[in-house]
């Protein structure tokens, strides 16, 4: 399990309480469900791969 930080006192807080164990504070439901933060960040990744191997290989590398 991956292991989220309160946005109130920043203590960890694991994925699917309702509060936070540290400061007691009401968690949103959709803490850590962020798939098109997610989607973006990945293909961000991807992009900057093919932009280091096109940097990498030369042109005539076949
Ligand atoms: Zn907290």
Do not use: D
Not at 32 to 39: A, D, M, S, V
């Amino acid at each position: 399990m991956s292991e989220l930080n309160c946005k109130h006192c920043g203590g960890a807080v694991e994925l699917g309480n309702k509060t936070c164990p540290n400061c007691g504070i009401p968690l949103p439901p959709n803490l850590g469900k962020y798939p098109q933060r997610k989607f973006i960040i990945f293909f961000i990744a991807v992009v900057i791969f093919c932009a280091v191997m096109i940097y990498w290989l030369p042109p005539n590398w076949i």
